[in-house]
């Protein structure tokens, strides 16, 4: 089984191999959800049900046991696709939540070390305020000593 490691660092486990593999199992399982393949093939098996039944050729007469291997070997090679598909999905939700949790621990550090900048800046100016109502009133006490 392949691995890669994500930018942060974590494991990404390739279970069916070659990315190039992936890749393109990926979006052709994801054509057999799509509105265009599912017309498409209602189409299709209508020709050849049509051309059948009509008898412009006779290689799959009723019961259609041609088109119904054709069913089955689709369905034999999609069901997997669509589950690798699945678990490539489940592999980047992963990755996304690792690092989704990653940025929110970095986001809540920044937080608190802005809060804890805001506090020692209160102080701060708190200890002026004191320091200036201090000096304001020694001067005070200066000029009523002076007249």
């Given at each position: 089984m392949?691995?890669?490691t994500?930018k942060?660092?974590?494991?990404?486990?390739?279970?069916?191999?070659?990315?190039?593999?992936?890749?393109?199992?990926e979006?052709?399982?994801?054509?057999f959800?799509?509105?265009?393949?599912?017309i498409?093939?209602?189409?299709?098996?209508?020709?050849?049900?049509?051309?059948?039944?009509?008898?412009?050729?006779?290689?799959?007469?009723y019961?259609f046991?041609?088109?119904?291997?054709?069913?089955?070997?689709?369905a034999?090679?999609?069901?997997?696709?669509?589950l690798?598909?699945q678990?490539?999905?489940?592999?980047?939700?992963?990755?996304?939540?690792?690092t989704?949790?990653?940025?929110?621990?970095?986001?809540?550090?920044s937080?608190?070390?802005?809060?804890?900048?805001s506090?020692e800046?209160?102080?701060?100016?708190?200890?002026?305020?004191?320091?200036l109502?201090?000096?304001?009133?020694?001067?005070?006490?200066v000029?009523?000593k002076?007249d």
């Open positions: 392949e691995t890669n994500d942060n660092g974590f494991v990404i486990h390739k279970p069916f191999g070659n990315d190039l593999f992936g890749y393109w199992a979006g052709f399982a994801r054509f959800g799509t509105p265009g393949f599912l498409g093939q209602t189409i299709f098996v209508a020709i050849w049900i049509g051309v059948n039944v009509v008898g412009i050729t006779t290689f799959d007469l019961p046991i041609l088109l119904n291997l054709a069913f089955s070997t689709q034999a090679y999609a069901a997997p696709l669509i690798l598909a678990t490539r999905q489940a592999e980047r939700d992963k990755a996304w939540e690792r989704d949790a990653e940025h929110r621990e970095e986001l809540h550090k937080v608190l070390q802005q809060q804890q900048h506090l800046t209160a102080q701060q100016i708190l200890e002026l305020t004191q320091r109502e201090k000096l304001t009133q020694e001067l005070h006490d000029l009523l002076k």
